[in-house]
């Protein structure tokens, strides 16, 4: 048995923060059914980094995040496609869109009137800053979010500020925190027998993510320090210099610096009123790393890895992408698996990384061709072959 087995999830949203929501409730079980423009689709169907990919409608932008889904072209703008819809919401536990807010409104599906459709509807509205208040109309991409969040504020250091995060990490958070909440939606109506309204934004979801550096602004009054690669809630903690490279150290308990001073061979930085306490040591940090740095750089990073390591002083090397997606941890944990998809081959995409005993979940089915399973939902619906064709014809799908 699947968790989300018999949960169907129409699935209206585009490019990432959406896409990623619902491609984690898929890998749970649910049928989600991904309803596209007939006139190309998502538009991630056309990003990525292989052109041949993009003409083909299978982007890999769009492969990284849409197994298990069905797609179902439709044409909202005609009076056949809009009564196609009425029928799927009325089949469906869960609806999930990222327009700006009020395109649903002008489509005539507002979720008061979903709602009357079917009460047990549970709707996610994903916006760059939310239904309401001053912001709420304005376009937003990640790149924006991340500027007005406060996140390339704090990134980076004195030389290299602001910063973007490399990856778009507000447009994925926020669709970690609609599957979240459409989960506890699902919940809730178990007990009670309502669907409900869910509000996400991008903004308001990646803040909460900076709790520890807000709550000293917040709370102690402090500006965020511009740290670069250092932890600001310890020292020695962040990227020192190797023989050969860098090495991650985490120091952040008293008896792990300790620990470190001996492993180093400078046991009397211990006592150094200057290190001594942690919160000193924090204040003096660039007086601490060149210090540190000096014993570290005689010698490999692989081997200062495997040393603090067996002394119980948390540290690894920096590696790229491609050896952190391939380590043999990341294969035991079957992060990353392999899929066929037919016309393109095998391709390597993400799992489900949330491990279950009962309910074991992950990829069944590669990412959709644009109207793969239109003619199957729409029979599902109770539409003759005629009726479909005749939908065709029309424009509608």
């Known amino acids: 048995m699947k968790l989300l087995e018999k949960v169907r999830i129409v699935d209206l949203t585009n490019v990432l923060s959406g896409p990623f929501c619902t491609m984690h409730l898929a890998l749970l079980g649910a049928e989600v059914i991904k309803v596209e423009n007939p006139e ?7 990003l990525g980094n292989v052109p041949g990919l993009n003409k083909q409608l299978m982007g890999t932008s769009f492969l990284a995040q849409n197994a298990n889904k069905k797609s179902l072209t439709l044409n909202l703008k005609l009076d056949e496609g809009k009564e196609i819809f009425r029928k799927l919401v009325e089949s469906a536990d869960v609806l999930v869109e990222n327009f700006r807010p009020g395109v649903m409104d002008r489509l005539g599906f507002s979720y008061s009137k979903l709602s009357e459709i079917n009460p047990r509807l549970v709707y996610c509205a994903i916006s760059g800053f939310g239904q309401t208040g001053p912001d709420a109309f304005k376009p937003a991409y990640d790149q924006i979010i991340q500027g007005l969040s406060g996140v390339m504020a704090i990134n980076g250091d004195e030389r290299l500020n602001p910063l973007r995060c490399g990856f778009p990490v507000c447009d994925t958070v926020g ?3 609609a599957a979240f909440a459409i989960m506890a939606a699902l919940y809730y109506r178990e007990k009670s027998g ?15 993510l900076m709790g520890w550096v807000a709550a000293n602004l917040l709370i102690g009054g402090q500006q965020p320090l511009l740290l670069g690669n250092d932890n600001f809630t310890a020292a020695p903690s962040g990227a020192f210099a190797t023989q050969d490279g860098y090495v991650n150290i985490a120091a952040n308990q008293q008896k792990q610096w300790e620990d470190l001073a001996d492993a180093l061979g400078v046991p009397e930085l211990k006592n150094d009123p200057r290190f001594q306490e942690r919160d000193t040591r924090k204040g003096n940090r660039k007086l601490l790393t060149p210090l540190l740095e000096a014993r570290l750089k005689e010698n490999t990073t692989a081997y200062w890895v495997d040393l603090l390591n ?15 997606l391939t380590s043999e941890q990341a294969r035991h944990r079957q992060v990353i698996e392999e899929v066929k998809e037919e016309g ?8 489900l990384t949330a491990k279950f005993s009962e309910t074991p979940a992950g990829i069944d089915a590669p990412p959709p061709r644009l109207s793969a399973h239109t003619a199957e939902i729409l029979e599902g619906l109770g539409y003759r072959k005629e009726d479909v064709k005749a939908f065709k014809e029309k424009g509608a799908i």
Request: glycine share 16%; net charge negative.
């Open 40 to 46: 190309g689709g998502d538009l991630a169907r056309k």
């Open 344 to 351: 393109i081959g095998t391709i390597k995409i993400f799992n």
């Open 310 to 324: 067996d002394r119980g002083i948390p540290s690894g090397d920096i590696v790229g992408l491609e050896a952190a």
């Open 194 to 208: 309502r669907g409900q309204f869910i509000d996400i934004a991008m903004l308001d979801s990646i803040m909460p």
């Open 175 to 177: 669709g970690l925190n």
